[in-house]
């Protein structure tokens, strides 16, 4: 009798407790097929680009041999249309026989044994977004432990063809299978982007509870004006999405188009400076096959990867839009650093902003600033200090900003504390030794 109420007690919370999978205490990263590679499942006549195990194959060596996983790309992620028309006799999913002969858990384990890990994609509702078997209420435990009978490592669930009601059952009784299944699966929801992404509608605090990220709003599509629509909404809405994003719990404004049509290389590094700000998932839609090298050096920008890896995990916010059509960024760092981004939206020639660390909401202090995709270190800056950027059309100027140090540090390699081993950085942001941290760092 006297045991009831620790048992209703624990009962209360494990179905309140937070997704507690330990997973994605930073941003994802990876690759994903949709955005470049959507349902091409013509595979008789284009076989290197349509939706098959030999496509996935193909982008995992890439990310094993080409640096992208040592720089935390370790995701593989297949979108839509994968799957055949019809479940197996036991009502469970089934890849396409012909597209995927050898089956997603050898598919798995090719990517395990590179040190990759696999999602997959679900739908809940009757049909996926492209008319593939989906997810229907009765059948989330049985998919559940498919794709973790598989080795799958990340479930991305859409929302099509379901109504509110079953999104609302649905959502967290696949976050309770998945969690049931003992393997440690990331999980995706793209419950908010169906329901216009804003509360009341969408309950944030849940979606922390039960997902890892979120799809918000709309699919991003290969044009500079669908990533300034996006950017744009994700930061009209900050003072409502911002404090929702935390390790294990990001907001995902959707893929990186970066190293296809619609960028300019300008563009393509204001799409990677503004998901580092947001602390966005990095997960790259494009062809790793054919990459330029311009768009390999964006993507794989160790200071850029760095902020939107930073271990606190806070998202960022616009500061500030002038009439200039400069826009502001900032994102707080660990280790008392920031990121700010200034954002050209101009039409017409490189724009010289002038401002100060002061006049952004910076304390009194002494700072220096690495330019995340010139290399260069600007030393010297107080709060104070008059500055100038001169910003491309559409481009960024951004900056890694961290207070200059006044104290030895016997621990200090020679380069600031967060930037250490694991991103392979410019020489520049070396400091001349002896190195120095105020007493508020140590
Ligand atoms: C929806 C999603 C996309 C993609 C497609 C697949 O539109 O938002 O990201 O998964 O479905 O059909």
Redesign the pocket.
Known sequence: MKLLPVISLLALTSATSALDNGLMRTPPMGWMS?ERFR?NIDCENDPKNCISENLFRDMADRLAEDGWKEMGYDHVMI???WSSMLRDKDGRLQPDPQRFPGGIAKLARYLHDRGLKLGI?GDLGTH???GYPGTTLDKIDTDAQTFASWGVDFL?L?G?YSNEEEQQKGYPLMSKALNATGRPIGYSC?WP?YRGGLPPSVNYTLLGEICNLW?NYD?IQDSWDSVQDITDWFFDNQEILQPEAGPGRWNDP?MLIIGNFGLSVDQSRSQMALWAIMAAPLIMSNNLRTLSSEARAILQNGAAIAINQDPMGVQGRRLLQERSQIEVYWRPLSQSASALVFLSRRQDMPYRYHTSLAKLNYTAGSYEAYDVFTGKTLSGLSAATEFTVSINPSGVVMWYVYPKMHYEHPQDDGRYPYFRQKYRMSSSLRFHKPRVVPPSLL
Do not use: V
């Open positions: 949709w349902c979108d839509d249309c994609y996926t977004c492209g991305k859409d099509c793209s982007a799809r699919d959707d």
